[in-house]
């Protein structure tokens, strides 16, 4: 079987999770990652003998004065690849795309670009057909990504009426920590809805949901409450049932200590989750409650670790090499231990 050839743009907090991840397929193959920095995030790459790119002749000359053995630059990643994932920072990636679209080369970007710059959204569950040989796509944010493994679980029962969220999100990334965030503080978003509700719209235009977010002064994870109307009265046996046709949801109890998202990390450490991710939606089971025809619940989003199986099936979807979603959802839930 020839690999497909997947190349990693920014090897950060997604990307060197991206890159990881694609090394543990069978049917993809990492030509190499690309960044600007000289220090020691790029170094891991190296540790890893994954071949090391600098995105122009500058950052080259920068990387190798820094000792890092460096393969080319991103235009010629570019052109041993046959799929790119941009994973750089907010807003950087709409810059690059003009390269991918010249070298007519499919492109996957995260969801801090707007919808519009590849004109579709992705997510797994939801909508892995529509994204079948097209030529990009975005894999939306951590938190809309939640929304919509649940709530689509809970759609295709035929128990969605409407959903209104409340989330709690982290401040910043824990590496970062030190650099910036917020501390002794709550900020909450001006705007109602937060951007999340409409994104999950964008995937799914049927959904009747509303965020509201708050920042909060911590960085491990975020935290969502839900209040659903559902189509009828149901029992919480039923919701379960549900709410389990996803395979990227796991339920956890106050009951066995996980109380908390800490607690939670810690749970992923203990499992030899590799930097203690979590890929899957961590839903309270004995929190859940139905009342007729509501439903409350409340669950733990990894924002580091949940778009990572989203981005490896769309690898799949934009190159065709697998058509049917539960299957590349199963190569790749298995593939990373989900």
Not at 23 to 29: G, N, R
Request: charged residues 25%; contains cysteine; proline residues 3%.
């Amino acid at each position: 079987m020839n690999k497909i050839k997947v190349a990693v743009n920014g090897y950060g907090v997604i990307g060197k999770r991206v890159a990881d991840a694609v090394l543990a397929q069978d049917d993809m193959e990492l030509v190499g990652v690309c960044d600007v920095v000289s220090d020691w995030r790029i170094k891991m790459a190296v540790e890893k003998e994954y071949p090391v790119f600098a995105f122009d002749d500058l950052h080259k000359n920068q990387m190798k004065d820094a000792g890092i053995p460096v393969a080319g630059t991103l235009a010629e990643l570019i052109e041993a690849s046959d799929i790119i994932v941009d994973c750089t920072p907010k807003k950087v990636a709409a810059g690059n795309i003009e390269k991918y679209k010249a070298a007519n080369l499919k492109f996957i970007v995260h969801g801090g670009e707007k919808h519009e710059v590849t004109g579709h959204s992705f997510s797994a569950e939801n909508n892995y057909e529509t994204a079948i040989g097209r030529d990009s796509t975005r894999v939306v944010s951590c938190n809309t990504t939640s929304i919509l493994r649940t709530l689509t679980a809970l759609k295709r029962a035929g128990l969605l009426k409407k959903a209104r969220g409340t989330l709690l999100r982290r401040a910043t990334d824990p590496w970062e920590s030190h650099l910036g965030g917020i501390m002794n503080t709550l900020v909450p978003e001006q705007e109602i809805p937060s951007h999340q509700g409409p994104d999950a719209q964008t995937v799914d235009p049927e959904l009747d949901v509303i965020t509201a977010a708050v920042k909060v002064p911590q960085t491990l994870s975020h935290l969502h409450y839900w209040n659903v109307q559902m189509t009828r009265n149901a029992s919480k046996e039923e919701v379960l049932t549900a709410m389990k046709s996803s395979t990227r949801t796991l339920f956890i109890n106050y009951d066995d200590g996980l109380s908390a998202n800490n607690a939670i990390k810690e749970w992923m450490l203990a499992k030899g989750r590799p930097y203690g991710d979590m890929y899957e939606v961590a839903l309270w089971q004995d929190m859940l409650k139905v009342v007729n025809d509501e439903l409350f619940y409340a669950y733990v989003v990894d924002n580091q670790a949940i778009v990572i199986p989203e981005t490896i099936d769309a690898i799949r979807a934009l190159t065709g090499i697998e058509t049917n979603a539960q299957n590349s959802i199963l190569k790749t839930n298995q593939s990373l231990g989900i």
